[in-house]
């Protein structure tokens, strides 16, 4: 049960919200005006704050806005009698998480309590977790609470201690290279260089001078002497990223500087020890590859010393209410944005997506929309299209409005549609609650689910 602050400067409409609150075992704190609900959240903690918008001195949204600064802030839950859209969406922009209509519907108000505590627990547990496993493992850059993650850790716990060659497996996007660079921080070479290598960005031909460097004039374009990577990451980490991709010509070479530990620049005939750890990264299936003999059998054997298999996004669903949190924090202090948190809309829609590019996708559509975004929660409508289920590209078909009116009433389609699926996944499917936070009826729900082929069945229910 939740800790409530009610903030309301009618006595009569108080007295009756805290009577029926209490009775569904609610602890429930009075207050008439912004200015007092302000000095009592210095004295105690609340999970909740219901506030009414317009109330003399310190109204609602004000006071919401200055309790957003504080690290134990509660959720905060507005309460207007006008129903004015501006009004929710200003709240919403300070960081409320939802906002009721008066006079309210009971039901509607416990419905929003519990998703506001849910949402507070799950938070909460999050944090708990990733400070447990920071404390434990020390990757902190690496943001997991899932049993996959927890797997990953483990591993690479024990792999940082040696100096061992190792084989980062992964589809694009799930964060190879931070894993890459949080061994070599956790290893005995830590004060060394990393040396980050793209291997699919670099030319077939010049694989050779960027990997063992070159002499001034070894080709036309040598006009002076150049290290390569590997003498750049001697007594440190080098990191092959993409190895799959390198062609069978330059895997012969790099297979023999790693069995010698030696490298010799393009025209020179002297040979340079290079004491380097090897982490190398893929998306590709080396094994099947060997078998086709499109990658050699030889490096695999070399590479494939102590393999480290990361999960998908889609394989940790648990991880992405921290993951959202962390990246929020993080691309806020970059861009300077006044963006603090995510509204229930917008991570229903997050929860629901596939996220076929992972952690870089995410990270990307976070960042977009925190561009977009106004105030201090970033919101359904400020998430690219395809997070939304809008197609993108149709506004380029055949079918594309020509006039003013068109234009205006495909708009108005696509926003609809995208507040419906929001509703949709925040609401876990439920017609009746996806209705009910809409504030429309279920026959009209129904309706606009045919009409944009949302619907599963001819079934009401």
Known sequence: MANILLVDDEPRLRQVLAMFLKQHGHTVTEAESGEQALSQIQSQPFDIALLDVAMPGIGGIEAL?????????????????????????????VGAFDYLTKPFDNDEMLIVIERALEQRRLRTEVKRLRLELEGRYGFVDIVGISP?????????EKVARTD????????SGTGKELVARALHRRGTRAKGPFVAVNCSAIPATLVESEFFGHERGAFTDAKESRPGK????????IFLDEIGDLPLEAQAKLLRVLQERKVTRLGSSTAVDVDVRVIAATHRDLRAEAKTGSFR???LYRLDVLPIPLPSLKERPEDLPVLIDHMVQSIA???QSNVKSVSAEARALLAAYDWPGNIRELQ?????????????????????????????GAAGTDESPTTLADSVARAVERLERGLIVSALAECRGSRTQTAMRLGINRKTLFTKLKQYGLAE???ES
């Open 230 to 237: 590997f003498e750049n990451a001697h007594r440190g980490t």
């Open 297 to 299: 059998q030889d490096l």
């Open 364 to 392: 990307n559509a976070l960042r977009r929309a925190m561009v977009m975004a106004e105030g201090q929660m970033l919101r359904a409508v400020d998430l690219p299209a395809t997070i939304r289920g809008i197609d993108e």
């Open 148 to 156: 996959a993650m927890r797997r990953v850790f483990q591993v690479m």
């Open 164 to 171: 061992e060659t190792v084989l980062i497996l992964g589809q």
């Open 457 to 459: 069945s001819d079934d």
């Open 65 to 93: 806005r200055q309790f957003c600064s504080r690290d134990d802030a509660p959720t905060g839950v507005m309460m207007t009698a006008h129903g004015s859209i501006r009004s929710a969406v200003d709240a919403m922009r």
């Open 333 to 335: 202090s970059e861009l």
